[in-house]
């Protein structure tokens, strides 16, 4: 531990430029005893620190000398503090970051604290829900990553019960926010998502590594037999041009606008897991679109207005069939066209 203490007193010297032992003592927490002898060995070991007596005298580097530990450029600096500034770090991070702070060169220094405070981060969506933070077993699961140690993992996945399985972690993926396990089992490569991990158990057997793995290839197989999965069917239809700014929120890339068709209306097509599924979503626009294929989405679309007209009955009779940007119309695919 006197080396690490050793290499803090001279990151705190370069930091200060004139520091006393008491000074050191309470910085690193040591007795003013051990500050003077770890200071003294600095000397001994050829550091240019010398010691100066009476008012205003400590220890300082001759002629202001620095050491620079980090061999980092500033542009590695400034990239370093930009993703992993203070305002949303862990606190083990923070303290690694002021370490870094305190083997700077005077010139990096300022430049890395301006971009530590250059973001901040909230891991809350706008309905206040906690979107973005981090699993409880987050910690857990990146120290079996790196330790190379079998866990028994619990995990309640989507409509089933909640269950246990032993896999061998092999590195964490994070996919628009959200955070993925990426594990081998005795049917290969799995991902769990962390936000269902329930439990993290070492089991203290060794993490056994497929030949060549590596984990951005691996992740980008998983990923991709996922996205095969959500993007399994296409229905096809029409929607009124009004509308394509909530389809656009609401399916983002997998909605693809086609060519107008007269009276306000456009092509449209969007991908998603199942027509059922797309039926669903689309429902909520009324007769803003209009299905065109396949047909299980048709009868899906059906069943749902047989099934909410016998639940909420036929709307009170207020002159108007409908409303659509916050007027009422007689007939939303009648109401004029509006330019986005």
């Known amino acids: 531990m006197r080396a690490d203490r050793l290499v803090a007193t001279l990151l705190f010297l370069q930091a200060r430029g004139r520091v006393t032992v008491p000074e050191v003592a309470a910085e690193l927490e040591v007795s003013e005893r051990t500050a003077r002898r770890d200071l003294e060995a600095l000397a001994s070991a050829g550091i240019p620190v010398y010691s100066q007596r009476g008012r205003g005298g400590g220890w300082s580097l001759v002629g202001g000398a620095r050491t620079d530990l980090t061999g980092l450029t500033a542009g590695e600096i400034r990239a370093l503090f930009l993703v992993a500034g203070p305002s949303s770090a862990t606190p083990e991070l923070k303290t690694a970051l002021r370490k870094l702070v305190r083997a700077l060169p005077a010139t ?18 706008w309905s206040r829900s906690a979107a973005g933070a981090a699993a409880p077993q987050l910690d857990a699961l990146r120290r079996a990553v790196v330790e190379g140690t079998q866990i028994r993992l619990g995990y309640a996945a989507p409509g089933r019960p909640p269950g246990g399985r032993t896999v061998h972690p092999l590195g964490i993926a994070s996919k628009a926010g959200v955070d993925y396990l990426v594990a081998g089992t005795d049917r290969g490569l799995r991902s769990y998502r962390l936000s269902r991990v329930t439990s993290v158990e070492a089991t203290g057997d060794p993490v056994v590594r497929p030949d060549g793995f590596d984990l951005a290839t691996a992740w980008r197989s998983l990923a991709g037999r996922m996205e095969d999965r959500m993007l399994a069917a296409t229905v096809r239809g029409r929607a009124l041009r009004s509308s394509e700014s909530v389809l656009q929120g609401l399916f983002g890339g997998r909605l693809t606008v086609g060519r107008p068709l007269g009276g306000g209306w456009v092509e449209i097509t969007v991908d998603g897991p199942s027509p059922e599924i797309l039926a669903a979503q689309l429902a909520g626009l009324g007769s803003r679109v209009e299905i065109l294929e396949p047909a299980a989405a048709r009868e899906r679309l059906a069943r749902l207005a047989v099934e909410l007209a016998a639940t909420y009955g036929s709307p009170a009779r207020t002159g108007a069939a409908g409303v659509r940007d916050g007027a009422a119309v007689a007939d939303p695919r009648e109401a004029p066209d509006r330019a986005d």
């Open 108 to 125: 990096m220094r300022s430049d890395a604290e301006a971009a530590s405070r250059a973001g901040v981060t909230d891991d809350t969506d």
